[in-house]
């Protein structure tokens, strides 16, 4: 399989790094890539959101060199980006084929995170191309889940709002326990041990959670959520807790 991987920094290296060991990732002529991985670790803008429109356009700007008529390549796209973009590159290359597969990655273990995942999410609408997309995930997951493009991006959007809850309830909770005398580090160890409760979920007290990768997700959906006129104040002031 050739895959022509196109970003920079965190993803596009970890990606780099794990496929050239199965694939051929030597540069090549865009149109004769099997699939073209656009890995763009998504800007934050001086608001704490993500800058999508600038990946977008990174994203336009190389498809636009591919020569007119050529549909071979598959358009896979994993940078952090609101639900909807997927749609809206369809909308805008209809001869192209895309999919959406959200990177989960932490900054200091990227590679070892890309190479043994718990599982992959791929949201396509293209049947047809999932044999070659199971090609490409086989050698880092044993479990791919099949979806449509919004699903899978707001799979991202939901892990890293839920992640971001969490660090910022504990903290809540750890605040009331102070304040009353409670044991915080043993109530974490009781609640991590809760079956109903992951021994890895991030509940316990510290800092507030930073970086801005939880902050994009709880961002974009605390505005598509107003935009559209819903009501979410759960996820409206989980950035409030995580400041207080």
Partial sequence: MKVQIVGQDTLAAAV???CCMHFD???IDYADADLIWFCYDTPITQYGAPDAPWVVEQINSRLARLPAGCTSPLILTSSQLPVGTTAALEARWPALDFAHSP???RVATAV???SNQARVVVGTRKPERRALLEALF??????????????????????????GLQIAWANEIARIAKAVGADMDKVTLALRSEPRVSPQAP?????PFGGGHLARDIITL????TDRGLHAPIIGHIMESNEG
């Fill in 16 to 18: 780099y790094q794990c």
């Fill in 25 to 27: 990732t030597q540069p």
């Fill in 103 to 105: 990177e989960n990655l």
């Fill in 112 to 114: 070892a995170d890309f």
């Fill in 138 to 163: 086989a050698p880092f997951t044993k479990f791919i889940i099949f979806t449509d493009p919004e699903t899978a991006e707001m799979v991202k959007h939901a892990l890293n709002c839920l992640l």
């Fill in 203 to 207: 509940l316990r007290a510290g800092a």
């Fill in 222 to 225: 605390d505005m598509i959520a």
